[in-house]
């Protein structure tokens, strides 16, 4: 089946350091991926779209110039939450899209826990 | 702005139990609509995708239900067993890829 893999699995750092985390498709090319952050006891908020090619589309309330997304190739989209901060603790999440049609199924990655200290 | 409830919130039942949980989505017009395992400090895993034309899919002891219409959609379980323990999440498809989450039911099976 279908294979997102998700780099690295726990960050812990000091406040004020640039962190980047990597998605990647395994088996298939991604088109799309999406990018979340969960709280602890909360679900899945969606963060930003990363679309191969092109600017990643955010959701609002999402600082872009904070959280930068690149999706150079299409098995490959990286997540920067720069100057980290401990409020930007958190469980990030990134899933992605199989093909064009839209009633595909995503799959996830198994996450990064950031611990900002 | 389509809104995702999950009832009940958490759920501890005895092992063999059948159980039942339950989804409800404000926005109709949807693509499909996915359910998700999550273990703690884990990823999701993808247990079953409905399609929108689709009433309902199976997976072993799993069961997903799908009621468009009234923007419902159940989760059955059978024979719960102690690796069922987990916490399950449904997410309908809107437009855009936009899977939008309920918080969650938190089952426990107990031996």
Request: hydrophobic share 30%; aromatic share 8%.
């Amino acid at each position: 089946g279908a294979v997102v893999s998700q780099h690295p699995s726990w960050v812990i750092c000091k406040s004020g350091t640039s962190v980047k985390i990597e998605c990647r498709s395994l088996d298939f090319q991604a088109t799309t991926m999406f990018w979340y952050r969960q709280f602890p006891k909360q679900s899945l908020m969606l963060m930003a779209t990363s679309n191969e090619g092109s600017k990643a589309t955010y959701e609002q309330g999402v600082e872009k110039d904070k959280f930068l997304i690149n999706h150079a190739s299409l098995t490959l989209s990286t997540l920067t939450v720069t100057s980290a901060h401990p409020e930007d603790s958190s469980f990030y999440i990134c899933s992605a899209f199989m093909g064009r049609e839209q009633n595909q199924p995503q799959h996830f990655g198994d996450g990064t826990r950031l611990s900002i200290l | 702005k389509q809104e995702v409830t999950q009832i009940p919130a958490a759920l501890s039942v005895p092992e063999g139990e059948n159980l039942v949980l339950n989804c409800s989505f404000t926005d109709s017009a949807i693509y499909n609509l996915q359910w998700f395992r999550q273990d703690p400090g884990k990823g999701l895993t993808s247990l079953l995708l409905i399609q929108s034309s689709q009433r309902e899919q199976t997976s072993g002891r799993l069961n997903a239900s799908l009621d468009k219409s009234s923007g419902r959609s159940t989760l059955y379980i059978a024979a719960s067993q102690p690796g069922d323990s987990a916490t399950y999440l449904c997410a309908p498809q809107t437009s855009g890829s936009r899977l939008t989450f309920g918080e969650g039911t938190q089952l426990t099976v107990n031996p």
